[in-house]
Nanobody, 124 residues
Framework: QVHLEESGGGSVQAGGSLELSCAIS????????IAWFRQNPGTQREWVSS???????TYVDSVKGRFFISRDRVKNIVSLQMKSLKPEDTAVYYC??????????????????WGQGTQVTVSS
């Protein structure tokens, strides 16, 4: 059974930092692409970043140079370090998995299991 659980959200002022964690469980989980998405009420869920099993990381343009995704294979956690946060980064952040090592898609429809989300609020 696959389970993903996010943690680390909170409230910060613009320019601050937060680190989100996605704890992953399930048979074969070390072989999955893991992604972070974010969503605000009334908007579509937006892809933010992905990491493949080869540790290839990709980012949406709006967070490049500020967000950094990483994988801890011992703890089976994927982290999203967020720096220089902006009010427009405010959202509920979700992690999700694909049952493949390569992250060939950023579409939410191609990710199968999701965590419950963690709120990030950035004030100006």
């Amino acid at each position: 059974q696959v389970h993903l659980e996010e943690s680390g959200g909170g409230s910060v002022q613009a320019g601050g930092s937060l680190e989100l964690s996605c704890a992953i469980s399930g048979t074969g989980s070390s072989g999955w692409c893991i992604a972070w998405f974010r969503q605000n009420p009334g908007t579509q869920r937006e892809w933010v970043s992905s990491i493949s099993t080869q540790d290839a990381a990709t980012y949406v343009d709006s967070v490049k140079g500020r967000f950094f995704i990483s994988r801890d294979r011992v703890k089976n956690i994927v982290s999203l370090q967020m720096k220089s946060l902006k009010p427009e980064d405010t959202a509920v952040y979700y992690c999700a998995n694909r049952f493949s090592g390569a992250c060939l898609s950023n579409s939410r429809d191609d990710f199968y299991n999701w965590g419950q989300g963690t709120q990030v609020t950035v004030s100006s």
